[in-house]
Each structure stands twice: as C-alpha cells, then as structure tokens.
C-alpha cells in the first residue's frame, strides 16, 4: 500500500553492535522461510529471495546456552532418603507386598475386588469395586470398605440392590423417564409442552416460594421480567430461555405435592414432571447445548439437576453432573470473573452458579460411596457475597459492601463454605509432604469454621421465620458434621505422611470410638428430624429429604454394633430407628440396604448382651417425639427373601477394626 514501509526495510537481523554476536549467529543459518521452501538462501539481510518476494525476512532465534544440571547436595540427599523411607513406612502399613501378583487386576471374576495399595503404587486401600453380572460398582468410602472387608454377604446385597431394584423401579417416587431420554431436536409437527399463562404464573411464584430461597441461582429482579414476557410471547423465546422455563416449572412441581399439581395443572404430578423435563432436555438440544453451552443453559440443568434428587438418585445423575462441570469449564465459569475485567453483577452471577454446580457433584458423589473432588489448581472462583437480589444491578459499578446480618445468599453459602473448608483442609494434608501435617491444622481448620458460622450467620437468623429457621439447622448440621468427619480420618492422615508411621495400637483406636463422637453423631441425626417433624419447615421439607444423613447413621450403627451398651445408647436407637421410620418412604440407593442389614445386626448384637428383643431388626418400645418405632416390610418385600438375613460380626471382631478411616468420605 501507498505510504506503508515495505516490510523488507525492517531490520530484524541488524541493529545496534549490542546484538553483534546474535547478528553473526543468525547469518550462520538460512531464514525461516528459506529453510521452509528448501531453497538456498544468501544469508544477508533481508535475503534475496524475501526481498524479491517482497515479504518480512526473519532468521532464528540464537541458541540458548545448555544450563548445567542442578549440583546435588547431602540435603538434596537426605530430603530422598526420607520420602523413601515414609513411602516404605506407608506400604508395609496398609497391606503386605505381594510378591506373586504386584499389580492385581481388578476387573476379575470375582465378585468383589479390594484394591491393594502397596501393590498398586499408593493407591488406597479403601479402594473397591463389586463385579456384577453386565456392570460394576466402585467406591472408596472408607466405612463401606471396612463393611466389605467383614461381610461378604453385603457385597452381594449390593449387587442384587443395583440388579434388581434400579431396573424394576424404586418405591415412594415418582417415575420419571431416563436422563436425557428426550435429548433430541422436536420431530416436526412436535411441540414442546407450554403450560397455560395463568398455571406458567403459579408455577413460577411457587419456585419463588419455594425453590429460590435455597437454590440462590438466579437473580429475581431481571429473571422475572424475562419470565414474565416469555409467558406472554412463547412464540418469542429462545431455546436458552425455554430451557430455563421448563427447569423453573420442573422444580416448582418437585416442591407440590400431587394434591396441588392436579389442582393446578389437572394432571399427576409424574405426568406434569415428565412433560416439563422432555422440554427441558429438547429445549437443550435446540440450544446446541454440547458444543455451545450458554449461561442460561448451565442455570437450567443445574436447577434440573439440583431438583431431580427427589425423584432419581442413581449414577446417571452424577454422570450427568460431570457433563455440566465440563460444559462450565469450556466457557471459562471456573475462573473467577475478575480474571477477565467483566462487570461485578456477571462476576457475582457466575460465582453463584459455579458453586451451585459444586455443591450438586459433592453431594451425588456421597450418594455413590465416592471421594472424588471436582477442583483442581485452576480453579479461582471465589464465594458469591452474603447480600440480596435487591443489594445488586447490572448497570452496577461496584459491588455493594456485605453487612452482619441474615441475607437471600445465606443459606447456599453456609453449604458453599464448608465445601470449601474441607477442599482446603485436603489440600493442605495431601500435599504435605515434607511436613506432615500437625493436629493443630485440623482443630484450626474446625474451630475457624465452626467460629464463622456462630459469628456471621447463625446470630442473624430470625427462627420465627421458616427459611431463617432451616438457615439456623443446617449452619449446626454442617459445622458438627464437618468436625465429626475430618476428626476420623486425621489419625490416618498424620500416620501416611509421618516418617515414621506405625499401625494404631488398641488405645489409638478406641480413642476414635469414644462416647463424645457418638454425641457428635446423635446431634447431627437428631437436628436433621427436626427438618422433617417442625411444621413451620413444611414448604422445605420436600428437599431436605433429598440429603438423608445415611453416612451418619452408619456411623452410629455401627457404633452400636461394637458398642451395643453405654450411657448414649438408648438415645441412639431413639434417632436412628426415628431416622429410619421417616425416610423409609423415600428409601433409594443401595446404602439404603446396607444401613437394614447394619440396623438389623446391631439389634441382634444388642440382645445377644441382655438388651430388649427386636421385631424384623427393629427396637420395640422405643420412641422419638413421643411415638413407637414398629417395624415395617418394605426392604424385605423388595429384596425378597432369596438373601441370607444373617451377618455373623462379633463384638471381638470388631474391637480389632481400625476405625482411624471410617469417616475418610463424609461429603457435605
């Protein structure tokens, strides 16, 4: 172009006598182009044949001077001695070298596969995987691998569970079609399920009621006006927009009971939920959902996801999960907004949903007995502040300063923060390896926890008021479970990564069963019935029996089987038999199976020692809240009786059992 330097005149190889050497180095060699084209090159600057072809001349870079290698010292030395000899110390502590078979296969025949750590190169030991028939399940959750270890006959209850009732059905719910069953444009001539404008109204007021208040997703000041004008014009929506109406009206009918769906849209509640969920997931598929994931569309299939535990706690739902964090992370939502100089009301939008997607795969992650963390060093979001929809607006500046007092964003950010606090105690504990981590990390950790709760967000809750009330219990369920669980795998923590790590003796182990974490255990069950029993939570009482605190009463079962007499015994029948009348109506999952067969031989062992007698493994003449604890058919009807009733424990086998790992998985 007229007036622009030819880009032949620009000096790349020529310039001050400070790049003399560089200079010298460069002509030694052909330019880029030269040696791309294969073609001999004059070496001046620009060469010949750049200059003829009139393009930018440029030769390679001079060679670097080879660093020489890092002289190794007598520290360097010792620092090696000793990784090796704590790595030696871990092995010959959690199983024996076998010499046969070091690398044993555990896709084998058999039926259950304990993996074995030294022979696997460190992995757990609470490593495990049931072989069934056509398919497998995996778990490393510490307490189930020690039930393994002593019941052959719980590994085939949990293969028969997963055959038999996954495929047939499960009780007390809803039937809802399979995920992503309806993932697949609309056939033409089909169209996707709208209510009309006056049931698209209570519905979206019902969400506002009761979804919102703890799915803190969306922000209501501007989703409502585009709710609002998408009732009005459905002809005018998107694909994005339709997707997140039908996962509003999906969890809005989650939290109705079937009386007030018919009443409402004169159709079963499982009608009503399979139509809003076959427009979701074809809403999705509009979208183009895989490949260009939006903003809009992660905000609908994590309500979806979030709400659809009521009615399917099976592995699709946790793999599905993993689809959503993946699809996140393509559009950047595991970096904190600020990375990118966007403005604080999308950074505070985006911290919201990020972690709402984190609190979705901890928790189906414990569903399934599994201790595997979405996070990874990448990861920079930070929490969302503690303040309300009101507080923030899109045209904002600044974010507004945070205020001591009981906000819309309290309740997720109690669950947001313990998630948080255990993913740091982990990461400081994994990754010490030249100093192990000293006790006073985990009473730090725990104490500061609990602290913040009791100082930012428990004060403020008004419990006259049901969701500051539900706010209140779950800040004292999480901070007790929070400590009930780092406290058990400590021991096992400090033992792996000392340098001279020894098996606990007898003493060690008691100390991990001793009377006060049976109280931390009662009190966690105990303030998780009054979620189910206070009439003021009733309009929340549809999603708290979404979270059972089946990891807690394992603990306390169990407890119970090695311990069947003592001061807090009697208590811990009265919650655990409470626990298991109330959620035998929405019992699902194979875990639910197992706490039977647990209930059941901790009734036994207790009678074995003088204790009351029991009816089909339940106390007889117990109460909570002032009824008596019958016992019911339900699991043996639909396990069926083709399974032995019998777990042959005794007490002496169980004082042998290293409890320093029962509660390594205890997610949130």
């Given at each position: 172009?007229?007036?622009t330097?030819?880009p ?5 190889a ?5 790049y003399?050497?560089?200079k010298?180095?460069r002509?030694e060699?052909s ?8 073609i ?5 600057s620009?060469c010949?044949?750049?200059?003829r072809a009139d393009?930018?001349?440029?030769y ?7 660093r020489?290698p890092h002289?190794?010292?007598i ?9 090796l000899?704590?790595t030696?110390?871990a092995?010959?502590n ?6 046969d ?14 993996a074995d ?15 069934g028939?056509s ?6 959750e ?7 270890e002593?019941?052959?006959e ?7 569970y997963?055959?038999k009732?996954d ?7 809803e ?8 993932f697949?444009?609309p056939h033409?001539g ?13 519905l979206?007021q ?14 209501i000041?501007?989703?409502q ?6 009732i009005n014009?459905?002809?005018q ?5 339709n997707a997140?109406?039908?996962s509003?009206y ?5 939290s109705l009971?079937?009386?007030y ?9 499982t ?6 969920k076959?427009g ?5 598929a509009?979208s183009n959902?895989?490949d ?11 309500i979806y996801i979030?709400c ?9 739902l946790w ?7 993946r699809?996140a992370?393509s559009?950047?939502l ?13 950074c505070?939008?985006r911290?919201?949903?990020w972690w ?6 901890a ?6 007995g599994?201790m ?8 920079d ?5 503690n303040?309300?929809?009101s507080?923030?607006?899109p045209?904002m ?6 205020e001591?007092r009981?906000?819309?964003m309290?309740?997720p950010l109690i669950i947001?923060?313990a998630?948080?606090a255990?993913h740091?105690l982990h990461q400081r504990?994994?990754?010490?390896i030249?100093y192990?981590?000293?006790e006073?990390?985990?009473n730090?950790?725990?104490?500061s926890?609990k602290?913040h ?8 809750c008004?419990q006259?008021i ?14 007790r479970?929070f400590e ?11 033992a ?17 069963t001793?009377e006060?974490?049976?109280v ?12 189910s029993?206070?009439?003021m ?5 549809w ?9 807690v ?5 169990w ?6 007499e003592?001061p807090l ?6 919650l655990v ?26 009734a036994?062992?207790r ?10 493994g339940?106390m007889?003449?117990h ?5 008596i ?8 009807d639909?396990i ?5 009733l ?7 086998q169980?004082?042998?059992a290293?409890?320093s790992?029962?509660?390594?998985n205890f997610d949130m």
């Open positions: 172009m007229a007036g330097p030819s032949t005149t620009i000096p790349l020529s310039s001050s006598s400070s003399g050497i560089a010298q180095k002509l060699r330019c880029i182009l030269c040696h791309q084209r294969k001999r090159c004059d070496k001046k620009p010949g044949n750049c200059g393009i930018l001349c440029y390679p870079k001079p060679e670097q001077n080879v020489r002289k190794t010292t520290a360097d030395v010792s620092a090696r001695l000793a990784r000899e704590r030696i110390s092995l010959s959690d199983s024996p070298i076998q010499q078979n070091p690398l044993p296969d555990l896709i084998a025949s058999d039926e259950f596969v304990q750590g030294a022979a696997s190169g460190g992995s757990p030991s609470w490593e495990n995987l049931i072989q028939d398919s497998s399940q995996y778990f490393n510490a307490m189930l691998s020690h039930i393994m002593e019941e052959q719980i590994q085939s209850l949990i293969g028969i997963s055959g009732i495929r047939a059905g499960k009780a007390h719910t039937e809802i079609e399979p995920l992503l069953s309806s697949h444009k033409t089909e169209l996707l399920y709208e209510p009309s404008r006056r049931c698209a109204i209570q979206w019902t969400f506002v009621n009761n979804v919102d208040p703890l799915f803190k997703i969306l922000h000041p501007t989703t006006g585009m709710v609002y004008s998408a014009n459905p002809s929506v998107g694909a994005d927009t997140l109406l039908s509003i999906f969890a809005g009918i989650s009971s079937n009386e769906v018919m009443n409402i849209l004169g159709k079963e509640k009608m009503a939920l399979n139509d809003f076959r979701l997931e074809q809403s999705l509009m959902f895989l260009t994931p939006t903003f809009a569309s992660l905000q609908a299939i994590t979030g659809l535990r009521s009615h399917n706690k099976g592995r699709a793999a599905l999960n993993g689809l959503v964090i699809s992370q559009i950047g595991h970096r904190d907004g600020k990375n990118f100089d966007l403005s604080p009301f999308r505070e939008m911290r919201r949903l709402h997607i984190m609190a979705n795969d928790r189906v992650a414990e569903d399934h599994l595997i963390s979405s996070f990874d060093a990448t990861i979001v930070a929490l969302p502040l303040v309300d929809d507080q923030l607006d045209s500046k600044e974010l507004p300063v945070v001591q009981w906000t819309e309290t309740f947001f923060e998630i948080n255990l740091g504990t994994t990754h010490s030249n192990p981590p000293s006073a990390i985990h730090v950790t725990c104490n926890l602290e709760f009791e100082k930012n967000y428990l004060p403020y008004d006259n049901p969701v500051q009330r539900a706010t209140f219990l779950i800040g004292q369920i999480l901070s479970k009930l669980k780092t406290r058990q795998q400590w021991p096992k923590i400090s792996s990564t000392s340098t001279a790590a020894t098996p606990f003796s007898s003493s060690q182990r008691a100390s991990q001793t006060e974490i049976l931390s255990a009662c009190e966690i069950l105990e303030i998780s019935l009054k979620y029993t206070e009439d939570l009733e309009g929340f009482q999603i708290f029996h979404m979270y059972p605190q089946y990891d009463m394992m603990y306390v079962l407890h119970l089987c090695i311990m069947p003592g015994v009697e208590k811990a029948w009265q038999n409470a626990c298991f009348e109330i959620e035998a109506m929405h019992q699902v999952g194979w875990k639910w199976a197992v706490l039977r067969r647990l209930r059941e031989k901790a036994n062992i009678a074995s020692v003088g204790g009351p007698e029991t009816v089909n339940v007889t003449g109460s909570y809240g002032g009824e604890i019958g016992s019911d058919s339900t699991y043996n639909i069926g009786t083709e399974f032995p019998c777990m042959n424990w005794t007490p002496h169980f004082a042998e290293d409890w790992t029962l509660m390594e």
